[in-house]
């Protein structure tokens, strides 16, 4: 993975403009949003600094390109997800939601190229529904656990469950209902 870019290993500076202007001070030439977004989807890790105050705007630049992307005709992010995200400022477990969305999401990176792999070398039918079928397990188990009555099960039952991912699923439930529990003490 081309993680860092610059020659010391540090992450290439873009300093941004009270014009908007975005400039790359690795390659001293102006980019855009959608540079970024290649960067980030290459790998290049990247600060954007505002070029007045030097303060760290990268988390809302990355959120802008995300923006950008939602709203030009093939959104990712379901409303319902967006609602949840929103909910969760403010509550107990906001300070425990960045780890827990960095690992479902390297969670899914490591699955996704299982499951491409699995494509790859057999008709992988049953390989691909069984990880599906668990991945989706532990999601509604957490999801249940985060914001009680989201994860609730449809009528339709799985096609093809894994063995033991029932007993799995229970004890991943009483596992982040014991953490919930706990920080909803320490709310208090």
């Known amino acids: 993975m081309a993680g860092k870019d610059t020659a010391s290993g540090e992450p290439i500076i873009i300093k941004k403009y009270a014009n908007r202007r975005l400039y790359n001070t690795q390659s ?3 980019i855009t949003l959608e540079d970024l977004a290649r960067m980030t989807r290459d790998g290049v890790e990247f ?8 303060d760290d705007i990268t988390r809302s630049i990355l959120t802008q390109i995300i923006m950008e992307a939602e709203s030009g005709g093939a959104p990712i992010l379901p409303i319902s997800f967006l609602r ?3 909910g969760m400022y403010g509550n107990s477990m906001q300070a425990v939601m960045p780890t827990y969305l960095e690992t479902a999401m ?8 299982k499951w491409q792999e699995a494509a790859k070398n057999t008709a992988g039918g049953s390989l691909l529904a069984r990880m599906h ?3 989706m397990a532990m999601m509604r188990a957490a999801t249940e656990a985060f914001i009680p009555g989201a994860g609730q099960k449809t009528d339709s039952p799985p096609t093809d469950p894994v063995a ?3 007993d799995q ?3 991943l439930r009483d596992q982040m209902a014991a953490m919930q529990k706990k920080l909803d003490e320490l709310g208090k």
Do not use: C, M, P, W
């Open 28 to 30: 001293s030439s102006y």
């Open 47 to 54: 600060e954007v600094k505002d070029a007045k105050s030097g």
């Open 84 to 86: 949840q995200i929103i």
């Open 106 to 113: 390297q969670n899914f990176r490591e699955n996704q190229a």
């Open 133 to 135: 079928e668990t991945n």
């Open 164 to 166: 033991g991912s029932d």
């Open 169 to 171: 699923l229970s004890a």
